[in-house]
């Protein structure tokens, strides 16, 4: 064999190896609702003896926009009913109803429901009307999709919400994922992982954490010990920073703990430096399973604090200061103080363990095995 | 019969594994042939969007112009404007999901429906948009609205190919053919 032959087989066994792989990821809109309520005033006529036990076509739609807000923080539905018929479009008012045709314009036949945004400034979401094409026959049933041309409101729904909250269609754009988002819908009748993914990318998602946190005044305590072990005992150098002391503890504890609760580093870093700003959710991606508690690596730890002094400085216009203990170890000790406290440890011995890292004495075990 | 009919298709979309889409059946592309007034091969050349009142508020809307170049069903002029709704005026977007979009100078095979006044002027909403190219060697090649290769014919609305998969987009001279071919049959009928 040439070698240039043996190149081509490699070339075609390295296409056929990149072809065969599943791309994950949803597809977004490019363009969200301010935080907040997202009120859908639900106007669906009818609907009685659905298959599901659902009251009528209102109740099944509204519980579709209840499972798009289990999974959301920033922004969730908030349905309204309102009186049964044709919405108006145009009017920055959200309606979910039944009709022959589309404000006047006719659906095309095989068109089963539709989903308009209105965008303010191309990334501003303002309106979202969703409309059901009276044409087709509707109920409400889990499961398969039933061949006698009956469709299932819900999953329609749960694609149509999708929409308005800003997804995409995945499958449109390159992705091969499982998701109520694909353009062709099939069997799946629910929010697969990709579809939440989507969501909270957009809206972000989160449960309050199953960690508890040593209360503020500690770590506080910790730092001040901090910053006398550091002045007198290392005879630091000031440092300048625009973050105080208590800036520094605070919010590198909701970063600490922002990543104990499953947040990636930019995630952790957003939403704690969102707390900041603009009163964001304080809200964590995950519960933390069971076993060790996950810790940042020290260099994320130190991004996330060059980005706090970012904010010092910039956001909140603070004057530049200065302090015995650098960005560096603010965020070394700090983290390791919590990583002892999180294992067991009271406050005195998490401090006494820390000092003793500091001393030379190596790391220390934890409090609880 | 009509409506035997089109219990028929979504009996056999169902039977083929491809239960719906959310907004659109995917049409096979007999239906879209069949469907279809007017098939054309065109060249957005102008592209613009404006208010209008509608029966229950206002809506935006998007005039796009075409160069035909051919004509493979029914009748088009040399220049044929068709309207789409929704499109940006100043600040404001209005959206319909899945509705194509145009820029000037894109190529296209587009099925038209004979539906006065519908949102989208295309048959199967989106799915009557096949997109032109030309291909390193100046041949003009096919591809699905969002951009797949289009193998053949078979592969038009819910049996489209897998982006993933590398298939060599069928010729435009080929889909002609088919498209011609189905036009006869069905005038055969």
């Known amino acids: 064999m040439t070698i240039r032959r043996l190149l081509g087989a490699l070339t075609v066994i390295a296409l056929v190896a990149a072809t065969s792989q599943t791309i994950n990821g949803f597809s977004t809109l490019g363009s969200t609702w301010a935080a ?106 889990r499961g398969n999709v039933r061949s006698n041309n009956t469709w299932d409101i819900r999953r329609v729904a749960l694609h149509e919400f999708g929409h308005a909250l800003g997804l995409d269609h995945p499958d449109d754009h390159g992705q091969n994922v499982s998701a109520i988002m694909n353009s062709i819908l099939g069997n799946l009748d629910n929010l697969t992982a990709d579809d939440i993914a989507g969501a909270q990318s957009l809206y972000g998602g989160g449960v309050t954490g199953n960690i508890a946190f040593p209360p503020r005044n500690e770590p506080n305590d910790f730092f001040n010990q901090l910053l006398g072990v550091y002045q007198n005992e290392l005879r630091a150098a000031q440092s300048s920073t625009y973050v105080d002391p208590e800036g520094a503890v605070i919010w590198l504890t909701e970063y600490a703990r922002q990543r104990v609760g499953q947040c990636s580093h930019d995630t ?60 560096e170890g603010a965020v070394v000790w700090v983290l390791e103080y919590l990583r002892y406290r999180l294992n067991g440890c009271n406050h005195g011995d998490a401090t006494t363990k820390v000092f003793q890292q500091i001393r030379g004495q190596g790391i220390q075990p934890v409090c609880r095995a | ?54 029966p229950n508020g206002r809506a935006i809307i998007t005039k796009v112009t075409f160069k035909v170049e051919d004509v493979w069903k029914g009748a088009a002029g040399a220049v044929t404007q068709l309207e789409f709704l929704g499109g940006t005026v100043g600040e404001m977007s209005m959206e319909v999901v899945g509705m194509p979009t145009f820029h000037e100078g894109q190529r296209s095979v587009l099925f038209v429906s004979g539906e006065a006044k519908s949102m989208s002027p295309l ?16 041949v003009d090649r096919v591809r699905t609205y969002d951009g797949r290769s289009l193998g053949s014919p078979a592969e038009v609305g819910a049996n489209r190919p897998n982006y993933m998969t590398s298939v060599t987009p069928m010729r435009l001279s080929d889909l002609e053919t088919a498209v011609r071919g189905r036009v006869l049959a069905g005038r055969a009928r």
């Open chain 1, 36 to 141: 907040g309520n997202i009120t859908m005033n639900m106007q669906l006529a009818g609907g009685s003896g659905l298959t599901d036990g659902s009251a009528n076509f209102n109740a099944a739609a509204t519980s579709a926009l209840s499972i798009w807000n289990n999974v959301l923080n920033r922004s969730r539905f908030a349905a309204v009913n309102g009186n049964a018929g044709r919405g108006s479009d145009g009017d920055l008012v959200n309606q979910v109803f039944f009709d022959s045709n589309y404000y006047g314009n006719s659906f095309g036949k095989d068109t089963l429901a539709i989903t308009t945004r209105w965008t303010l400034g191309g990334t501003q979401r303002v309106e979202a009307d969703v409309v059901f094409n009276t044409a087709f026959q509707w109920d409400s049933y």
């Open chain 1, 268 to 327: 952790a870093t957003t939403n704690t430096l969102n707390q900041i700003t603009s009163n964001g959710s304080t809200l964590v991606c995950a519960n933390t399973p069971a076993g060790a508690i996950p810790f940042p690596p020290r260099n994320e730890g130190l991004l996330f604090m060059n980005q706090l002094d970012n904010t010092y400085r910039d956001s909140l216009r603070r004057a530049q200061g200065s302090s015995f203990v650098n960005n």
């Open chain 2, 1 to 54: 019969m009509r409506r035997l009919l089109s219990l028929s298709l979504i009996c056999t979309l169902l039977m083929a594994g491809v239960a719906s889409s959310t907004t659109v059946i995917p049409p096979t592309f007999e239906t879209l042939v069949s469907s279809a007034n007017t098939i054309f091969v065109g060249e957005a050349i102008d592209v613009r969007s404006e208010w209008v009142a509608t």
């Open chain 2, 123 to 138: 048959v199967g909403f989106w799915h009557g948009r096949m997109r032109v190219e030309k291909d390193p060697n100046g």
